[in-house]
């Protein structure tokens, strides 16, 4: 099973911008779309962006449309998380995710996920 470990969390202030990072082990991972979670506190975990397996098909949750961008590298089996303009209410474990097939129309849940990564803490200070 393809093994993420994510980076670049941290305490940020609103209207500030940070980059996660999440790299897999394995050869599978160009294989497959990839994509971010987060889930803050009190709340069930949601999903926030999705890139295919070949990057060219990005799917963002309107909450983070215009200040959010993810990238991925095949060659470096890395997936990025750009995050700007960042609010408050972007506080939240963020999670980095290989999706069992690799493409989806739109965003699909958590059922759709093969691996999970542990999490890195995004928070944002007003």
């Known amino acids: 099973q393809v093994q993420l470990v994510e980076s670049g969390g941290g305490l940020v202030q609103a209207g500030g911008s940070l980059r996660l990072s999440c790299e897999a082990s394995g050869r599978t991972f160009s294989r497959y779309a990839t994509g971010w979670f987060r889930q803050a506190p009190g709340k069930e975990r949601e999903i926030v962006v999705l890139?295919?397996?070949?990057?060219?098909?990005?799917y963002y949750a309107d909450f983070v449309k215009g200040r959010f961008t993810i990238s991925r590298d095949n060659a470096k089996n890395t997936v990025y998380l750009q995050m700007n303009s960042l609010k408050p209410e972007d506080t939240a474990i963020y999670y980095c995710?290989?999706?069992?097939?690799?493409?989806?129309?739109?965003?699909?849940?958590?059922?759709?996920?093969?691996?999970w990564g542990q999490g890195t803490q995004v928070t944002v200070s007003s």
């Open positions: 995710a290989l999706f069992k097939a690799p493409f989806y129309p739109e965003l699909p849940d958590s059922w759709a996920v093969q691996s």
């Open positions: 890139v295919s397996w070949s990057g060219v098909n990005t």
